[in-house]
């Protein structure tokens, strides 16, 4: 069973630091591209980044381009996210998401963990 | 950027009903076009992907159409498990877009 754990999450002043991290077991993590989406309260899912297998392809939105880097590391089975300059607008539960197999990394998403909130406030 | 539409953004039905929800990309997206379901406080799950694929698991009441720039969602005989919020998301490109999302409700 495909098991995604996201941790890091809390509460951060603006302009600060977070790094979240994305546990993955179940599947061999290697293969596959990993993403991250967020949803802001009470609003729609927002893709935010993803990441290769090989880390040849990645991608970011607009919104997080140049704060935010993806970072994998396949001998872990693990997924980060580093967050800098945080603005209270990146605030939403983020959720760590399994895409799909080999070169297209940009597809669907198969599999989400249960989310880990980040809270951008002062 | 592709900017993805759903209509209705929010809809009343009853258990049994035909349910169609429609999403329209701002450019052809051929059928890269996925649908996810979400329920309150839960993650979304995959619903159908590349237009009309049905994951393993998902009951053969959805079902998916469409290419282009107009897809489908479809759920011949709503349940009450179905009360939920379903997105689409184009994978045609980067940035990866969601449409706004479509509520369903006990009528």
């Known amino acids: 069973e495909v098991q995604l754990v996201e941790s890091g999450g809390g509460l951060v002043e603006p302009g600060r630091s977070l790094r979240l991290s994305c546990a993955a077991s179940?599947?061999?993590?290697?293969?596959?591209?990993m993403h991250w989406v967020r949803q802001a309260p009470g609003k729609g899912l927002e893709w935010v980044s993803g990441?290769?297998?090989?880390?040849?392809?990645?991608g970011y939105a607009d919104s997080v381009k140049g704060r935010f880097t993806i970072v994998r590391d396949n001998a872990k089975n693990s997924l980060f996210l580093q967050m800098n300059s945080l603005k209270t607008e990146d605030t939403a539960l983020y959720y760590c998401?399994?895409?799909?197999?080999?070169?297209?990394?940009?597809?669907?998403?198969?599999?989400w963990g249960q989310g880990t909130r980040v809270t951008v406030s002062s | 950027d592709i900017q993805m539409t759903q209509s209705p953004s929010s809809l009343s039905a009853s258990v049994g009903d035909r349910v169609t929800i429609t999403c329209r990309a701002s450019?052809?997206?051929?059928?890269?076009l996925n649908w996810y379901q979400q329920k309150p406080g839960k993650a979304p799950k995959l619903l159908i992907y590349?237009?009309?694929g049905l994951p393993s698991g998902v009951p053969s009441r959805f079902s998916g159409s469409g290419s282009g720039t107009e897809f489908t969602l479809t759920i011949s005989r709503l349940q009450p498990e179905d009360f939920a919020t379903y997105y689409c998301?184009?994978?045609?490109?980067?940035?990866?877009?969601f449409g706004g999302g479509t509520e369903v409700d006990i009528k």
């Open positions: 998401a399994k895409g799909t197999l080999g070169s297209a990394w940009f597809s669907w998403l198969d599999s």
């Open positions: 179940g599947f061999i993590f290697g293969d596959y591209a």
């Open positions: 990441i290769s297998w090989n880390n040849v392809g990645i």
């Open positions: 450019q052809s997206i051929s059928d890269k």
């Open positions: 590349a237009a009309s």
């Open positions: 998301q184009q994978s045609y490109n980067t940035p990866l877009t």
